[in-house]
């Protein structure tokens, strides 16, 4: 993976006209004459960059985790995950393509890997279902995992989707139902869950493989109940930018909202301009917050951190209510 931004968002039109500017110059038999040039467009590039991304409206934040270079799971699986071995299937009905799974080693440890796929192409992205996976993507999840606790490997998820699949199949396969047994099992296994939303981090779709003793994000992840697009809809009737962009607000969904809510544990830094712009460099400090997180939790027994799980997800919404005064 090196470093390319590729489609610029609607807020980088600024960038993208400096970027123009700095291929146009690379791409000169003469470049070597214009590399003070270069060098000049770069740092003027690169303090946009920082002012623009320091300063993201939540709703640009959502379009920065969908943008169509963000690594994958199966980007960062091929990054640093070494003797990665996928497997497949739920043992009930099939195979979801929308859900990862398989053994590998990230560091010095042995672990299972389960994230969601949205695919590349227009062909990946069909089969993927657009990373919303179906019952047996999280039943597939979940027996691996168990597979995993059986042999005290430690898991590791990444959160990358819009939701679950919403259509009719799915529902007839009993959606709610895998992913409600996902939430209790997940609760109460007897190994080290380390998780991180990648992307996007939509609803019960993020929550069926989210139930872990540390949860963190990328900097420019959203994490939330439900996507602007459906709040905007269910509260204004109707999505566009102006309401999505209001609802992108109310929902508290960036990674610093969610920090400061205690809903997650720490924040993964992202190169300059998002990891499209370098998704080598996030892959490297994704993997160093893995196994950063890994140290911290396979010191612990598995009883202490199943107790230690339940009383996490116990204080999320946590609220006090003052006596009325007479």
């Known amino acids: 993976m090196g470093t390319s931004a590729g489609i610029a968002l609607p807020f980088e039109a600024p ?38 991304y320091g300063n993201l409206e939540p709703w640009d934040m959502v379009k920065v985790a969908r943008h169509p270079n963000r690594p994958q799971t199966a ?17 009930r009905y099939g195979d979801d393509p929308a859900i990862i799974t398989g053994l590998g080693r990230i560091g010095p440890y042995k672990v299972l890997v389960v994230g969601h796929q949205k695919g590349r ?26 597979l995993a606790a059986k042999y005290g490997l430690p898991v590791v998820t990444l959160i990358d989707t819009p939701g679950a699949y919403p259509g009719i199949g799915p529902e007839e396969r009993g959606q709610a139902e895998a992913i409600a047994v996902n939430l209790l099992e997940m609760s109460r296994l007897a190994t080290p869950i380390v998780s991180v939303v990648i992307g996007e981090g939509g609803s019960g779709g993020a929550l069926g493989i989210g139930v872990a003793d540390r949860v963190d994000m990328m900097q420019y992840a959203w994490y939330s109940v439900i996507s602007p697009e459906g709040c905007a809809a269910i ?43 370098d998704p080598a460099l996030a892959a490297s400090k994704l993997e160093r917050h893995i196994i950063d997180r890994l140290e911290s939790v396979t010191r612990l027994n598995p009883k202490t951190l199943v107790e230690q799980r339940y009383e996490r997800f116990r204080r999320l919404g946590e609220v006090h209510e003052l006596a009325s005064g007479g």
């Open 15 to 52: 960038v993208a006209d400096l970027e123009d500017q700095i291929r146009q110059l690379e791409a000169r038999p003469d470049a070597a004459d214009w590399q003070s040039d270069i060098d000049t467009l770069t740092a003027s590039r690169d303090a946009m960059l920082a002012k623009l």
């Open 75 to 91: 980007d960062y699986i091929n990054a640093f995950c070494r003797d990665f071995r996928e497997l497949h299937g739920d043992r």
């Open 121 to 146: 192409t227009t062909e990946e992205r069909i089969k993927c279902h657009f990373g919303c996976a179906h019952p047996e993507g999280y039943r597939k999840a979940l027996a691996k995992m168990k």
């Open 235 to 277: 509260l204004w009737k109707e999505a566009n930018e102006e309401t999505n962009s209001n609802a992108a607000k109310s929902l508290k969904l960036t990674a610093a909202d969610n920090l400061e809510l205690g809903i997650v544990d720490g924040v993964v830094e992202e190169p300059l301009g998002g990891a499209h712009r």
